[in-house]
């Protein structure tokens, strides 16, 4: 029997996801950033339910999201739905991962362009490695092993330390102007605002529809 590449995706993202939340176990809520997360939710809890292989804690509460970079090539009803600018505690981060690492690839793109395959191939995951253990190195790890694991948490506890004094700061150079724009409104304007906006973040689904962009075509 032959299956789908995208069967073949569908199947490894089921079996990382489920080992990585088996991490923590009894929590009651995960946030899942994934490229086609609008294609991979559907039917997820199900396939589980299925499968042998697969185990997922019934309690838990999953919430998809598409990653900022990859859900400008979505369709327009994936921006409300699976924005993680509309999921409350989710903060402003991007949601990509391996899309970070294009900047530096690009440098040496023009030296792989005369290699055979095998030889691109190894270049790239030499510069890819070399990349990520430069990440390691600069949240202040000098060697990774089993035994230094809560060191390794440590040096990330002060990264996020780090970016949450940078968040703060930004709140305050926004605030003034934030307030500014909020005095210039119809205050009935802002309480139906924040009354719909509740219900979105609780309902989900649907009810996100009400951050949908509206624009109209211009004539042709």
Same mark, same amino acid.
């Given at each position: ?5 995208? %069967? ?5 993202? $089921? ?46 509460? %999953? ?34 991962? *391996? ?26 995951? $030499?510069? *890819? ?53 909020? $005095? ?16 979105? *973040?609780?309902?989900?689904? $649907? ?14």
């Amino acid at each position: 029997m032959h299956h789908s590449p995208l %069967i073949y995706s569908q199947i490894n993202m $089921d079996y990382a996801i489920c080992q990585a939340l088996k991490r923590f176990p009894r929590h009651l809520a995960a946030l899942i950033i994934y490229d086609i997360c609008c294609q991979w939710c559907i039917h997820f809890r199900e396939r589980v339910s299925e499968s042998e292989f697969l185990e997922l804690w019934e309690l838990l509460e %999953i919430t998809p999201a598409v990653g900022k970079w990859h859900l400008a090539a979505h369709i327009s009803e994936c921006f409300y739905r699976f924005s993680l600018n509309f999921i409350e505690g989710a903060g402003q981060v991007e949601g990509e991962i *391996m899309e970070t690492l294009w900047s530096v690839l690009d440098q040496v793109a023009g030296l792989t362009q005369g290699m055979s395959i095998a030889h691109r191939q190894e270049v790239l995951d $030499d510069y *890819m490695n070399d990349n990520n253990w430069r990440k390691i190195i600069r949240i202040g790890m000098n060697h990774i092993s089993t035994h230094c694991i809560p060191q390794l948490i440590m040096s990330l506890a002060g990264t996020i330390s780090t970016k949450w004094t940078r968040a703060q700061i930004g709140v305050q150079e926004t605030g003034d102007s934030y307030r500014e724009l909020t $005095d210039r409104l119809d205050t009935n304007w802002i309480e139906e605002w924040t009354r719909q906006e509740t219900i979105a *973040m609780r309902d989900r689904g $649907d009810a996100l529809k009400i951050f949908e962009v509206a624009a109209k075509k211009g004539k042709t």
